[in-house]
């Protein structure tokens, strides 16, 4: 379980109560100057997945969704942000095998299971209520846990055992109330540990403690709530991997545990100069800091590239920034969010908006990610072209000996009278018997459930006949105009 645990890198993220104001206890966040121009009010950068949520509850997300943690019914990952079916959101956050949603009504749901590894390509369920938590404020996801702050300050979690209750699969389900916590503020979640803010400014941890992140001077297992000494009264929190850290009035960080950037690990809280001066505070693989004049820090310096910020959120290995003008960027490891399947990319990238689609006027839903490539948006050979009336059709040759006994696929793309085909033998389209010259490639993905080959729309549409219009303002892609 150790050597497990090793391997992986978490998640920490401060979650804000309906008890205090925002400018008592701020999630890494800077107040915008136009609400008009910043939609997003919730964000999580997660282990797996990662979601944004917008100020008319709508809620999005992209990642790995191996285990169904997008809850969009499907187990294949997606590249570009989707929309979620549930409204009304206030929070969504992402553990490593599930993620769960904070509603404006006070519920909490669930996209998949944190207790099992969904192994077979089947339709995951439906997001589901998690009976026992009512009047939430808010939640916060590590590794295999959840913790859940109450409207009336009591702190509740359920998934992994950091309270020592050695709860079975099936109470890991079970909601269960921290004892000795009492008028809480805020709460985080680490990797394997857990972080709660009083109301007096007062930080509380427990959970596992490999790396020092209860701050007790020891490494020791703290499975009931441990008063932090030594750092004052701190106004923000936010929990790592195994690191813990808490933002002071006076824009002070104070840390403690093991930190990406730092060589030490500290089993008492400890100020880092580098940080000082700090807005607002998230952490996960590496301890972020946003800047009063809008840039980002961590403890190797300034993240270039940023400028303008007013969120910020660390995940497992992936980072979040929005701009003040609704812009959100990503950097580190994972899914970019930005179309592409790039792994690891350390500069920000600009992550795309939520992408919709519409056959004939109507919703049209896409299980298989599209992605886009120089620009231009790639789609999967299986999705969309049935209701559009297109058939598609995939051929193998012979094996050829002169190539290694190499096989060759063709695909036919036909609609009415008009028919293009791709051959990968010479990689070439043809409209008919004619060679279609300078036409753009289409492209294998390997994913963890789907392997498939993206094409691209527009060309492969306007070839066949088929309209292709994009409403800006929804950043919906219609399709099929031209035979309504």
């Given amino acids: 379980m150790f050597s497990a645990l090793l391997r992986r890198i978490g998640i920490g993220s ?20 136009s609400t008009e121009k910043n939609r997003i009010v919730s964000m999580d950068a997660g282990w797996n997945a990662q979601f944004l949520v917008y100020a008319d509850g709508r809620a999005a997300g992209w990642g790995a969704n191996k285990d169904g943690q997008l809850g969009d019914g499907t187990l294949y990952e997606q590249y570009l942000p989707k929309w979620s079916a549930l409204a009304n959101v206030k929070q ?4 490593e095998r599930a993620s769960y949603a904070l509603l404006r009504d006070g519920t909490v749901w669930q996209f998949s299971s944190s207790l099992g590894t969904v192994s077979n390509n089947i339709p995951v369920e439906p997001p589901t209520r998690i009976e026992g938590l009512s009047n939430i404020a808010a939640i916060s996801a590590g590794s295999d846990l959840m913790v859940a702050l109450k409207n009336d300050g009591t702190v509740w979690t359920i998934g992994n055992d950091v309270q020592g209750a050695n709860r079975t699969p099936q109470d890991a389900r079970i909601p269960v109330q921290v004892k000795g916590l009492q008028h809480i503020a805020a709460v985080s979640a680490g990797g394997y540990h857990m972080m709660a803010l009083d109301r007096d400014g007062q930080v509380w941890t ?28 701190a106004k923000a929190i936010a929990a790592g991997t195994y690191s813990s850290n808490a933002l002071l009035a006076d824009g002070s960080v104070w840390n403690w545990g093991r930190t990406n950037g730092l060589a030490d690990i500290r089993k008492k809280p400890a100020k880092l100069s580098a ?17 009063p004049d809008g840039t980002v820090s961590t403890v190797e310096g300034k993240v270039a590239g940023l400028s303008h910020v007013i ?12 701009a003040k003008d609704g812009t959100v960027y990503s950097w580190g490891g994972g899914y970019a969010g930005d179309g592409s399947n790039h792994s690891i990319f350390d500069k920000p990238v600009q992550v795309k908006r939520p992408l919709s689609f519409a056959i004939h006027g109507a919703p049209a839903n896409v299980g298989l990610s599209p992605m886009y490539r120089d620009g231009m948006l790639y789609v999967s050979r299986s999705e969309l072209f049935k209701d559009l009336g297109i058939e598609v059709q995939i051929d ?26 791709y051959h990968t033998r010479d990689k070439q389209y043809r409209i008919g018997e004619r060679i279609a010259a300078d036409a753009p490639q289409p492209f294998s993905v390997n994913g963890n459930y789907s392997n498939t080959t993206m094409f691209p729309l527009r060309y492969l549409c306007e070839k066949l006949g088929v ?8 950043n919906t892609v219609s399709l099929g105009g031209s035979d309504t």
Avoid at 396 to 411: C, I, K
Avoid at 467 to 474: G, K, L
């Fill in 275 to 291: 940080l000082q001066g700090a807005a607002a505070i998230s952490a996960g693989g590496e301890l972020l800091a946003l800047r």
């Fill in 396 to 421: 193998f040759s012979a094996p050829d000996p002169d190539q290694y006994n190499a096989v060759y696929t063709t695909w036919r793309f036909s609609k009415g009278d008009k028919t293009l085909t």
């Fill in 14 to 33: 401060l979650c804000l109560p309906m008890l205090l104001s925002v400018s008592a206890i701020a999630r890494a966040t800077v107040p915008a100057a």
């Fill in 206 to 233: 427990w959970g596992y403690n490999y790396y020092g992140a209860i701050g007790n001077g020891t490494k020791d297992m703290q499975f009931t709530p441990h008063l932090v000494a030594g750092i004052g009264k």
């Fill in 92 to 95: 969504a956050v992402a553990a």
């Fill in 311 to 322: 969120r910020i959120d660390a995940g497992y290995a992936l980072n979040l920034a929005v």
């Fill in 467 to 474: 309209s292709v219009s994009v409403n800006a303002a929804t």
